[in-house]
């Protein structure tokens, strides 16, 4: 079982999204995948996901429902196996809350995706919702091929 963990700034936008499209896409792979979200800030704990963000991801197929946001937390370090960021200070705050010592591998969801793309901008402010799914769900096919050869 591979447990994976997106996440971004508030948890309403793009690592639920990331975990919704991750369970649409991954649901057949040979290991299992277990995913979640969660976002750097608590700004939003308890809420669903933004509801423009929701309605771009259901065009799509994608349900985004049972989802509400939650903060990051030093335990997920050792709760699961794969950690991916949306965007660099996202990496920055979530090293800063690594345990010492501790090494689950800590990534940019881009850094599965072909070609020179280093983030997911946050719709939350661009109001790019389909340019963010585009990112996201490129990022999970190109994790789907790096499980998938492991």
Not at 50 to 74: D, E, H, N, Q, W
């Amino acid at each position: 079982m591979m447990r994976i963990l997106f996440v971004c700034l508030g948890n309403i936008c793009r690592s639920p999204a990331a975990e919704a499209v991750a369970r649409t896409r991954l649901g057949d792979m040979p290991v299992a995948c277990l995913v979640d979200s969660a976002g750097t800030s608590g700004w939003h704990e308890g809420e669903p996901p933004y509801p423009p963000m929701v309605r771009a991801a259901g065009a799509r197929g994608v349900a985004m429902t049972g989802l509400y946001a939650r903060k990051a937390i030093a335990d997920d370090f050792e709760q699961f196996d794969l950690i991916l960021a949306m965007d660099g200070d996202n990496l920055a705050a979530l090293e800063d809350l690594r345990p010492a010592g501790n090494d689950t591998p800590l990534r940019l969801l881009t850094d599965f995706i072909d070609g020179a793309v280093s983030a997911v901008p946050d719709p939350y402010y661009t109001r790019d919702f389909n340019g963010a799914l585009d990112l996201i769900e490129s990022g999970v096919d190109g994790l789907a091929r790096w499980l998938a050869a492991r």
